[in-house]
């Protein structure tokens, strides 16, 4: 009895919930990648992965442009909004600002579409593409707004719904048209899957709250230029996290360069290497805590006013957090001689012995991240900017030091030392949300 009943309570707290969730549906996502992966490899070769490569960074790079990063800042801002009203505010001027955004980035892309397709392809036999790309953008804004707008009403159920039809489209459509038109066919099918699953975010959306699409439509073409006086604190609120975005894209791309280079320069390519590989290990399992984090975290905290309330909040979701981390830490240090082998190659065996520090490192990264949403939910722009530059520079200074002394070891350990000294920062920028008593000495 007593067994069932604590099985019920763990079943409905809320992030342990999504974590689960998420985690069955990126163990399908991953199924299905790996099947895409594989027809791209036999169909394309090394020479077609590397042009589906250079498109699909492309198109992340502009996409993220057209979007204007303000993803978080519309899952917030509907999160805190306690009307219908102030909701579907949030939507559509969301939806206005990046219609006009796309528009610009559109416009950019065939104006300069002979210089794109020479420095990514130097071959005109994609411009085609490129033009069709353009055209589509604003889809990809739709996708992301509606995906923000979900997670601001907390439907998180639909978003992975979302996420797996992505998956399947992106499977079927890739299966079909890279059999009939190669690499040709896998560019397009990147297309053709982010407009059909846009058209299912919408659809989902209006589920979930109540609008007149035609009445949206009309409004992107009027709402920001016959209105922007009236929406303009709004407006400024969301550019905030724009702000953030840009300075978090520019901040990682930004400082992996830097360290890639200077591991190249100081060490070897294939130490550079073996980093990334420290990198991919990190990324594959911290990515499903990223996506849970944002799916209930953050609108979590965006929703809740009290203090009190929002410490309770981090406190139990940072104990659930970091049990589960702490497990898959010691799943992996328990198999990490195979699970070299399986995602890379016995070339990558030394890692082994690194893995130990990056893993650490991933522990005050988490707890990091937990604080960070705190200045995301509350839009403190200014503290999120020095956070995230403190961060870099912690990281680059340390690891230049440690680096010509340790060699790759350097790197990891520098890696611990970079999100130890975010989270003291961290700590200090949001002791007021914090439980008081570990915290007087930032008083």
Known sequence: MKLTTKLKQIRNIGILKVFFYNSFVSIIKLFFSLITNKLIAIYLGPSGLSVLGQFSNFVGFTSF???????????????????????????????????????????????FSGLIIEILFSHSYFYSILIIYSFSLFFYTINAI??????????????????????????????????????????VSIIITEIITSIFALFFLKKNIKFNFKRILKSIFSYIWLNIINKKELIMRLLKYSVMSFVALFSDTGCQLIMRTYLINEISYFDAGLWQALIKISD????????????YYLPKLAEITDKYLIRNEIFNSLKI?????????????????????????????????????????????????????ILIAKAFTAKYIIAEIFSVLVYLMISFVLIKSLGLKGITLAYIFRYLFSLILLLFFTRDYLPQIPLKLFK
Do not use: C, P
């Not at 102030?86 to 892309?109: R, W, Y």
């Open 65 to 111: 442009f057209a979007r204007l990063g303000i993803g978080n800042g519309v899952t917030s801002t509907i999160a805190h909004a306690n009307t219908q009203e102030l909701k579907m505010d949030v939507i559509k001027t969301s939806f206005s600002m990046t219609f006009f955004s796309s528009i610009l980035i559109s416009t950019l892309i065939i104006l």
């Open 146 to 187: 509606s995906y923000a707008s979900l997670n601001g009403l907390k439907q998180y159920k639909f978003n992975m719904r979302l996420n797996l039809l992505t998956s399947v489209f992106g499977l079927l459509t890739t299966a079909t048209l890279v059999i009939f038109w190669k690499i040709y066919g896998a560019i």
């Open 284 to 295: 594959s399992y911290l990515n499903i805590i990223t996506v849970t984090l944002s799916l």
């Open 321 to 373: 957090i970091l049990f589960i981390v702490v497990i898959i830490d010691l799943l992996i240090i328990t198999i990490k001689d195979t699970l070299i082998v399986v995602l890379f190659s016995n070339d990558f065996s030394s890692i082994g012995d690194l893995i130990y520090f990056q893993l650490v490192g991933d522990l005050f990264r988490i707890i990091s991240w937990m604080l960070t949403y």
